[in-house]
């Protein structure tokens, strides 16, 4: 990562990580450090549709494969309805985050490169490292959901093509421990790349996925109601006596937690607003209306996928929309999107992951200068660079990640837990507080009631999805036999 200029951020934070999304784009206008914003970085490129397709490629990813089990839990009446709800929350905060990309005036402040900067302009202290805790948490559990569901979908192509051979009724076991192994071999060499700025062709491929499988899902969901003849589904969702009365509350909290982790983006909206062009108009506006273009665009798909996926399946509808097998045929179709599926999860876990490794391998050199296991590169050919410290470091991780996702391979659970940490804190929490600070709202005034009473509604939601997805975890492991085959 490039050191900070004197206009930079604190001391100790990484460089914004969506930047590196445009250098196409900064190339392909005559960039070449020419040109200069304010801060002494080559001029940005970024308009209201790069930051609204970085937005769309961030927000849609695999927990859209999860939203029509979650409506199956809270019925046609509840589902859409929190789904509506979670979105404009999530626009709400968005534009308020938007606001804090420049300290002071709007358009000539200085600029906060990424979400942890933003917190230490104005808030400061303890909550700079309660943020990093929270955000690079988020993260690493991120690395373990896409572990999990990369797995399963591998897992899924093969069962896909037993039960194509064998008939549907053939329980054609498998295991997800060799396909994580799979997996996570792949990222260990793909994580070798140094930087993220060198990545930003795996976005756009993985961006690409995850429309392919989105969409598949849509089709198969639309092909099944029209065989159906109707839509299935409840208007309170599944029974209770289907399932126990302290099971469908837990089930129905989770279900928030899960719509939670489709609509979570503000960990790296700063970095996509750090992409758009130098006013006017103001970036924050930009940013505004590029948030209102995505949420609207992303909020019409997901209802589109959970709501055909729940009314094919009614309350049979599977945790995971394409690996669930509420679908077998045709079966060469799941096999391309459960192959788009792990093509864009490889993609999504770096996109994730780079941040964090950009922060661990800073704070290293700052903390052991001296050191030539930590700072010392070899060249190798083809302009490739080695870094001992950052092989060992990102391997750890890698296995680490891996490990723990065949000691806990519950999809469902593992995304309603993740929403549910980092939807208040990040999506609702700080963006709040610093609104309150830039504006200098006053305290006990009508504006910061609202605003508050918003911020303590979401975090009992937070509170309330967490237990409900911890009770879902602990529930599968009393059941669950690590390194089995699965049926």
Known sequence: MQKMGENGAAKGYQQPALAAM????????????????????????????TASA????????????????????????????????????????STLLADCYRSGDSATGKRNYNYMDAVHAYLGGVKVNLCGLIQYTNLFGVAIGYTIASSISMMAIRRSDCFHEKGHKNPCHASSTPYMLIFGI??????????????????????????????????????????????KGSLTGISV????????????????????FAYSFSNVLI??????????????????KASLVSIITTTLFYMLCGCMGYAAFGDAAPGNLLTGFGFYDPFWL???ANAAIVVHLVGAYQVFCQPLFAFIEKWASARWPESGFITREISLPLGYKLSL????????????????????????????????????????????????????????????????????????ITVAAAIGSVAGIVNDLQVYRPFKSES
């Not at 961030?58 to 709800?85: E, F, K, N, R, Y």
């Not at 070798?192 to 969409?215: G, K, N």
């Open 22 to 49: 445009d250098v196409s784009l900064e190339l392909g206008n005559g960039g070449g450090g020419k040109c200069y914003d304010d801060d002494g970085r080559v001029k940005r490129t970024g308009t209201v549709w």
């Open 54 to 93: 970085h937005i769309v490629t961030a927000v849609i990813g695999s927990g859209v494969l999860s939203l029509a089990w979650a409506i199956g839990q809270l019925g046609w009446i509840a589902g859409p309805v929190v789904m509506l709800l979670f979105s404009f929350v999530t626009y709400y905060t």
């Open 186 to 231: 792949v990222e260990i060499f793909i994580s070798q790349i140094p930087d993220f700025d060198q990545i930003w062709w795996l976005s756009i491929v993985a961006a690409v996925m995850s429309f392919t499988y989105s969409s598949i899902g849509l089709s198969l969901g639309i092909v099944q109601v029209v065989q159906n003849g109707g839509f």
């Open 241 to 260: 006596g289907v399932v126990s009365p302290m099971k469908k509350v837990w089930h129905s909290l989770q279900a928030f937690g899960d719509i939670a």
């Open 271 to 288: 970095e996509i607003q750090d992409t758009i062009k130098a006013p006017p108009p103001s970036e924050a506006k930009v940013m505004k």
């Open 334 to 336: 799941l096999d391309v």
């Open 389 to 460: 410290f950052r092989a060992v470091w990102r391997t750890a991780f890698v296995v680490l990640t891996t490990v723990i996702s065949m000691l806990m391979p519950f999809f469902n659970d593992v995304v309603g837990l993740l929403g549910a940490l980092g939807f208040w804190p990040l999506t609702v929490y700080f963006p709040v507080e610093m609104y309150i600070v830039q504006k200098r709202i006053p305290r006990r005034s009508t504006q910061w009631v609202c605003l508050q009473t918003l911020s303590m509604a979401c975090l009992a």
